[in-house]
């Protein structure tokens, strides 16, 4: 089946630096999505991307599709105390609909 | 922003009850799902639902998992009778069109 993994797995960082995640599958996505999701609430959508190489930003985060279509990542600078939180990446299942497959997460914990 | 919100916020109940969560999508939105997150672990798909009927649903949502829109606002998921293994958050969540799907905030269900 569908399989994302997510790296690294956690993360703890200092408060003002940049952080880099990554999401890798062995099939191909034509549709690759970022999710960040707070302590005892849902995933919130991050960013879309829908084409091979696009780069996109939202504020501080920037995530780029990769230009194979098996991987995509996501980078935020400058991180700040609200930037806590599990990161996932999500893509549609295989044959189509809005189904999601959610990847294994990483754990960004800033510290002050 | 409109909201998804699911009630209640947490659940507990023994082994072998009946639950039922209880979900009100973004108004406009024609399209639900229900996803799962068990402790530690990623978010999975559990069902979706379309024009008062299941459209897909994942391995996990067996005979035990029903969904209903009951009327015009609220869609639920009805666990039939409980087991330990059903303890996890459980998310609802509603798109229309080719929006990305929007997630409430959750329901904690705890089974003893």
């Known amino acids: 089946g569908q399989q994302l993994n997510q790296s690294p797995q956690s993360m703890f960082i200092q408060e003002g630096e940049d952080v880099s995640m990554n999401c890798t599958s062995s099939?191909?996505?034509?549709?690759w999505l970022w999710y960040k999701q707070d302590p005892g609430e849902g995933p919130v959508l991050l960013i879309a991307?829908?084409?091979?190489?696009e780069l996109t930003s939202n504020g501080r985060l920037t995530a780029q599709f990769g230009i194979t279509r098996k991987d995509s990542f996501l980078n935020i600078s400058a991180s700040i105390p609200s930037d806590v939180g599990i990161y996932f990446c999500?893509?549609?299942?295989?044959?189509?609909?809005?189904?999601?497959?959610f990847g294994t997460g990483t754990q960004l914990k800033v510290e002050l | 922003e409109p909201e998804v919100t699911q009630t209640p916020s947490h659940q507990v109940t023994q082994m072998g009850q009946e639950v039922i969560l209880r979900c009100v999508p973004i108004?406009?939105?024609?399209?639900f799902y229900w996803y799962r997150q068990i402790l530690g672990q990623k978010v999975e798909f559990l069902v979706s639902?379309?024009?008062?009927?299941?459209?897909?649903k994942s391995e996990i949502f067996d005979d035990q998992f029903s969904v209903e829109r009951p009327d015009g606002s609220n869609f639920t998921l009805k666990i039939r009778s409980t087991k330990l293994e059903d303890s996890a958050m459980y998310f609802c969540?509603?798109?229309?069109?080719?929006?990305?799907?929007?997630f409430g905030n959750g329901t904690r269900l705890t089974v003893t």
């Open positions: 969540a509603s798109r229309q069109g080719d929006s990305p799907l929007h």
């Open positions: 639902f379309y024009n008062n009927e299941i459209s897909e």
């Open positions: 099939s191909i996505f034509n549709t």
């Open positions: 999500a893509v549609p299942f295989t044959g189509g609909g809005n189904k999601l497959t």
């Open positions: 108004s406009n939105h024609l399209y």
């Open positions: 991307l829908y084409k091979a190489g």
